[in-house]
């Protein structure tokens, strides 16, 4: 079994900065992609940020310049810097990794979520 824990979430004023965690413990092998989605209208979750294995990385329109995806892969962690930010980024933010617990076998698994609120 493995379990996602993530941290940073809070309350920020419009313009300001928060990070986010996501540490994966648990029965690992390797981790594949890591990633934070968060909802969206006619969505169940979109894509904020993926980072892969080898540092490639991707985002949404609407974060990037702004959002900066990393990870640590000795510490199965994946971070979510996010600066600029707005009201409309206003969200439960996900994460996910794709996690290989054995030689054949990859699992995607998701976090509790955690509530980022950009207001004044």
Known sequence: QVQLVESGGGLVQ???????????SGTIRSINAMGWYRPAPGKRRELVAV????????YADSVKGRFTISRDNA??????????????DTAVYYCNADVRT?????VRYWGQGTQVTVSS
């Open 102 to 106: 054995t030689t054949t076998v990859v």
């Open 51 to 58: 980072i892969t294995s080898g540092g490639s990385t991707n």
């Open 14 to 24: 419009p313009g300001g900065s928060l990070r986010l965690s996501c540490a994966a």
């Open 75 to 88: 510490k199965n962690t994946v971070y979510l810097q996010m600066n600029s930010l707005k009201p409309e």
